[in-house]
């Protein structure tokens, strides 16, 4: 969910919804925008999926985008940064408004229309939201993870639980053994952002590199600067992805055709950086390791034929 650092960034999605109240088809097409100005990565390999299932899939990762603008993209006001407590409060009516909503079983809001309509059709497990705006709420104030294993109680809530959200619509064989698997997913997607997106964090105050692992190859982010200590940090972080993608990869073999082809294309290209990032010399700070739109339609051109 981070916006490119090196272009202008789009107008946050809480600040795009209609004033007006919406049908459910309006509210899923909303989400489907969201994800196509925001996530291409997602959007592009959403497209493999049947169309039945795509809106679901757009109303998931609404949910996530909305969420993460009151926390990062929110506009300030007179020019001023908007104060932690009340994008905290913001955060909080729109968690209260989701929980809300879903006993209700049924929303006003443009896009929690939506997701309230995907939750209850596929008795999406509740707790995986209230986890992931727990980990909206420690960027408020946390800037830097001591640890690799206290990096992941943030990633639990940043990124396994969008593999658990996901499962249920992607209809594993067995979804109890494809779990873990569709968490490491989420967390090796996770952490090639953290490795891409290093400088713009920075700019944040944060540092999602565990700073145990910083002090063991005497690496310092904050340097900006690609040092050999540096480059043996970043090879032992992108070595650490990649491991999570070799889980993931065993999940994936347990979906339906359709849903396979569309995670392998999210697997696939997301891989990518991690080599656009080697291509580059491990150089995060002058140059953004991305994949073009066009190679992006690539993938999904070949996937559907």
Same mark, same amino acid.
């Given at each position: ?5 090196? @272009?202008?960034?789009?107008? *946050? ?51 996530? &985008? ?14 001023? !940064?908007? *104060?932690?407590? $009340?994008?905290? %409060? ?40 209230? @986890? ?7 960027? +408020? ?11 992941? $109680? ?17 209809? *594993? ?15 090796? =997607?996770? +952490? ?5 997106? /290093? !400088?713009?964090?920075?700019? &944040?105050? #944060?540092?999602?590199?565990? +700073?145990?692992?910083? #002090?063991? =190859? ?23 992805? &990649?491991?999570?993608? @070799?889980?993931?990869?065993?999940? /994936? ?8 082809? %569309? /995670?392998? %294309? ?6 990518? /950086?991690?080599?656009?990032?080697? %291509? ?7 140059? #953004? ?13 070949? +996937?559907? @034929?």
């Amino acid at each position: 969910m981070r916006l490119p650092f090196n @272009r202008k960034p789009p107008t *946050p999605t809480t600040h795009l919804l209609p004033s007006g109240p919406v049908t459910l088809d309006e509210s899923y097409e909303l989400c489907r925008e969201f994800n196509k100005r925001h996530g291409t990565t997602y959007y592009w390999s959403t497209k493999v999926l049947p169309k039945i299932k795509q809106h679901h899939v757009h109303a998931l990762y609404a949910f996530a &985008r909305y969420a993460d603008d009151i926390v990062d993209e929110i506009p300030s006001q007179g020019g001023r !940064d908007v *104060p932690t407590d $009340v994008r905290a %409060a913001t955060l909080a009516d729109f968690g209260q408004r989701f929980f809300d909503d879903l006993a209700a079983g049924r929303s006003d809001d443009p896009v929690l229309k939506a997701v309230v309509h995907t939750v209850r059709a596929f008795d999406i497990d509740t707790t995986a939201f209230d @986890r992931f705006l727990r980990s909206m709420t420690m960027d +408020l104030t946390v800037e830097s993870y001591e640890t690799w294993d206290d990096l992941l $109680v943030y990633m639990d809530g940043s990124a396994a639980v969008i593999g658990e959200m996901m499962l249920p619509i992607l209809e *594993p064989t067995d979804y109890d053994v494809a779990l873990p698997h569709a968490r490491d997913l989420g967390n090796a =997607f996770q +952490l090639t952002n953290f490795l891409r997106d /290093i !400088d713009e964090d920075l700019d &944040r105050s #944060r540092q999602y590199m565990p +700073l145990e692992d910083s #002090r063991r =190859f005497g690496a310092d982010l904050t340097a900006r600067t690609v040092t050999p200590e540096f480059i043996a940090l970043m090879r032992f972080e992108i070595q650490r992805c &990649r491991e999570l993608y @070799r889980s993931a990869d065993i999940g /994936i073999s347990m979906l339906p055709d359709r849903s396979a082809k %569309a /995670i392998r %294309a999210a697997f696939t290209l997301y891989g990518r /950086i991690l080599d656009k990032i080697e %291509a580059q010399e491990y150089d995060v700070f002058t140059s #953004r390791a991305s994949v073009s739109t066009t190679e992006k339609a690539a993938m999904v051109a070949k +996937l559907l @034929r």
